[in-house]
Each structure stands twice: as C-alpha cells, then as structure tokens.
C-alpha cells in the first residue's frame, strides 16, 4: 500500500486499505495486480486519467507527421511541364514531406526504360539543393519509382 505522497503503509487487508482511502476521500487503485501482495496506491483517479491524456496530447503535438507527396511524370514530358513539376516538388521537399517521384510508361514507351532513368537522373540533379535520394530507381509495373527526402537542416 502507497499512500498518497509516496510514502509506504506497508502491507494492509483491503478492508483497510479501502478505509483509509475513504477516509482521504480518494481512490483505491492497484497499481500491479499480479504481483504477491498486490501494490495499491492511494489517489485521486480522475486527476491521473486527466493529467495522463493531457502527456499524451501534448506529445501528439510535438509529433511531426510526414506526409508522401507524389509527383508524376511520362517519360515523354516537355521541357516547361518538367521544370513545373521540380518547382512543386521542391515546394513539398520545403514543406518537411517526402517525395515520391514515378515515371509512368504507356503503350510502347516501355521497351524504353533508359529515357525514364535520364528523366529521373535529370529529377534528381534539379533537386538536389533540398533534397536527398532515400530509394533509388525501380521498376514497378510500368512505372518507374524513386524516392526523395528533404535534407536536414
């Protein structure tokens, strides 16, 4: 049995235990119920539940969430559409989320793989300043994948 300001009764029968906290006009809460005699504390159990949830909103907020942002592209894509397409994903890169970047292949542009691997490397060069290659090129269906993460600052 813990009392309430930490200091030990010792070993008491619930009936007391129950009596006591009562008496303080205060919860009875076992604390570890499996162990041989179970450990009770003296408390005041709304104000724990409530001081608890507020430790965890407040780290909820401190928790920065990051978000995979996509941009994608053709392996034929023009000039200014690909200058575009740097300009909002080094925006995103900016904002703190991480990038995904995809090379969509249609009809016969895939028996050409390597124009996809120049785009991406052209990608990488132009994004380079802010950010950083996490997964390298890679072939998923007919679309070419690679993802970017923002420097650290």
Do not use: W
């Not at 049995?1 to 009596?19: P, R």
């Not at 006009?25 to 539940?49: E, H, S, T």
């Not at 904002?95 to 895939?110: H, N, P, Q």
């Not at 994004?127 to 269906?141: F, L, N, Q, R, T």
């Amino acid at each position: 049995m813990i009392d309430v300001d930490g200091t030990q009764l010792g070993i008491l029968s619930a009936e007391e235990a129950l009596k006591i906290a009562f008496e303080k006009d205060l919860d009875l809460v076992k604390i570890a119920p499996q162990a041989a005699p179970p450990v009770c504390r003296i408390m005041d159990y709304g104000k724990f539940l409530f001081e608890q949830q507020k430790r965890e909103k407040e780290a909820r907020k401190n928790q920065k969430v990051i978000d995979i942002k996509e941009v994608r592209m053709s392996s034929t894509i023009d000039t200014h559409d690909f200058n575009t397409k740097v300009n909002h994903a080094i925006k995103f890169l900016k904002g703190g989320d991480k990038l995904k970047v995809s090379v969509r292949f249609r009809k016969r542009t895939v028996a050409h793989p390597q124009f996809g691997e120049e785009l991406l490397r052209k990608f990488k060069e132009a994004v380079s300043e802010v950010g950083v290659v996490d997964k390298p090129s890679k072939m998923e269906g007919r679309s070419l994948v690679m993802f970017v993460s923002p420097k650290k600052q």
